[in-house]
């Protein structure tokens, strides 16, 4: 476990942590005054690679070469040029620091941190973080790299992750429907509606990305159920159609060992380390797509629910007797912004028929496919 510290004068600036992989969420923009949750579960971290935040360049000012060495292999509409190494964290695991008050520019319903940090060391008044919780944004406080120092703790525990088998041991997957929060209510008078889940609709954005990379320009099919629900109207619109198809399939820790002739594994990543899950024995050339490890242990292992609640006692073996959840009235939708900040960095990208996909993605947003 680790504690990070200011920079300049050395105050503690949070609870012990642990590190976990970056959420494929961190990023998102969900929806229009919308209340999202923490992103970060209490007593851990995750770093991004990548720059974020403050200040910002346009495209054209951006040398194409530059890009490039970045990752990008498509037009963004800009890039920050903020330090990488960014460190995201709960914001009740901060501790002594204080808001900015002039720092709270451009936002809405709350802080962005559009202005920069806005939260500064108690003890010396160094900026050392920035707090999100603006509408439509996830709730977090990053960490600015060059403002703080991590420690690890000499009294720490083993920081082990857990095995894949530890992992589907625990079972915590991430139900595909939940109610979404509103500022202020509705119409109606609820402060929240059903509909699907925004960490579903972000991981989808990523794996839709690598799905069409993994594509060559054919058709795909994946497993009936869930998945085809969650991908396969995007994939019919966004590929060529009277080519052989190839098959994309579920496959991880616990599953059966996925068939040969199978040219894409949609897989777990590990929650703590990011890393892909890899098939054991002979080593194969299907394209692996990752998914979040509690969305795919959803797809490999539904939730249980019962058809009606039950009446008298519990029955052994339920664990409870309300209905299922509602379901959303409207069709999936992959997560625009994750979609886009995934392709861009793939290399496939710059095929043109991938480079259209692009080029015509407002039209698909109108059309409501994203």
């Known amino acids: 476990m680790f504690v990070f510290v200011c920079a300049g004068c050395g105050a503690r600036l949070t609870t012990p ?22 992103l970060m579960e209490s007593g851990t ?10 200040p910002r360049r346009r495209w054209e000012e951006i040398d194409p070469d530059e890009a490039m ?9 800009a890039l920050s040029d903020g330090a990488p190494g960014a460190i995201v964290i709960s914001p009740g695991d901060a501790r002594g620091t ?3 008050p002039e720092k709270s520019g451009g936002s ?16 010396c008044d160094l900026p050392v973080a920035s707090r999100i919780d603006d509408c439509s944004l996830w709730q977090a406080v990053w960490l600015a790299p060059n403002a703080v120092r991590r420690h690890r703790l000499d009294d720490a525990n083993n920081d082990a992750p857990l095995t894949w088998a530890e992992l589907v041991a625990a079972g915590k997957g991430t139900p595909p429907f939940e109610p979404i929060s509103t500022w202020g209510g509705s119409r109606l008078g609820s402060d929240h509606y059903w509909s699907w889940s925004p960490q579903w609709e972000a991981a989808a954005g990523r794996a839709l990305a690598h799905l069409l990379a993994a594509s060559e320009g054919r058709p795909v099919t994946v497993p009936d159920g869930p998945i085809m629900e969650v991908f396969q109207r995007a994939l019919d619109i966004l590929l060529p159609v009277g080519t052989a198809a190839r098959r994309a399939v579920l496959a991880g820790p616990g599953q059966p060992a996925p068939d040969v002739d199978a040219d894409i594994l949609l897989v777990p990543a590990h929650p703590q380390t990011g890393e892909t899950w890899t098939p054991a024995g002979p080593s194969t050339s299907a394209y692996p797509v990752p998914l979040p490890f509690g969305i795919w242990l959803w797809l490999a292992s539904p939730g249980p629910h019962l058809p ?4 008298g006692g519990m029955p052994e073996g339920v664990l409870r007797d309300d209905p299922p959840a509602p379901r959303p009235h409207h069709l999936f939708q992959p997560d625009p912004g994750t979609f886009q900040h995934t392709l861009v960095r793939l ?8 480079r259209e996909i692009l080029e015509n993605f407002t039209q698909h947003q109108r059309a409501r496919l994203f």
């Open 69 to 77: 060495a970045r990752g990008i292999y498509a037009p963004v509409p």
């Open 17 to 38: 942590l642990s590190q976990i992989a970056l959420p494929v969420h961190a990023h998102q923009r969900y929806g229009n005054g919308i209340q999202l949750p923490v």
């Open 108 to 123: 809405c319903c709350g802080l962005d941190g559009g202005d920069g940090p806005n939260m500064a060391c108690e003890a």
């Open 45 to 54: 971290f995750a770093v991004d690679p990548e720059p974020w935040g403050p």
């Open 98 to 100: 204080l808001l900015i």
């Open 308 to 311: 009606a609640p039950v009446a």
């Open 347 to 354: 290399p496939d990208v710059r095929s043109p028929w991938l």
